[in-house]
């Protein structure tokens, strides 16, 4: 198993920058992928962003594309988003996942963080 944990969460006016953090620990060596999601009030759970655990491949979704960034720090077991030119609209609780074992989905989640993007 492995368990996550997210961290870097807070209050940003828009146009602002804030860095999330997901620190992974346990078995990390079974993981597959590593991703962001988000869940704005009143929406569904949106893809954000994901990144190869060992290959460091990356794929982010369109909305937040050339403002979001997701890196990896391999040797903290640490997958970092930074998120710049913040707006209102990605106000949401943030979440990290990871592609497990021989997972062919995101199967193990954080807790959540919170970020509010004032206007």
């Known amino acids: 198993q492995v368990q996550l944990v997210e961290s870097g969460g807070g209050l940003v006016q828009a146009g602002g920058s804030l860095r999330l953090s997901c620190a992974a620990s346990?078995?990390?060596?079974?993981?597959?992928?590593m991703g962001w999601f988000r869940r704005a009030p009143g929406k569904e759970r949106e893809f954000v962003a994901r990144?190869?655990?060992?290959?460091?491949?990356?794929y982010v979704a369109a909305s937040v594309k050339g403002r979001f960034t997701i890196s990896i720090d391999n040797t903290k077991n640490t997958v970092h988003l930074q998120m710049n030119s913040l707006k209102p609209e990605d106000t949401a609780v943030y979440y990290c996942?990871?592609?497990?074992?021989?997972?062919?989905?995101?199967?193990?989640w954080g807790q959540g963080t919170q970020v509010t993007v004032s206007s």
């Open positions: 990144i190869g655990w060992s290959t460091g491949s990356t």
């Open positions: 996942a990871a592609v497990w074992g021989g997972s062919g989905t995101f199967n193990y």
């Open positions: 346990g078995r990390t060596s079974s993981i597959n992928t």
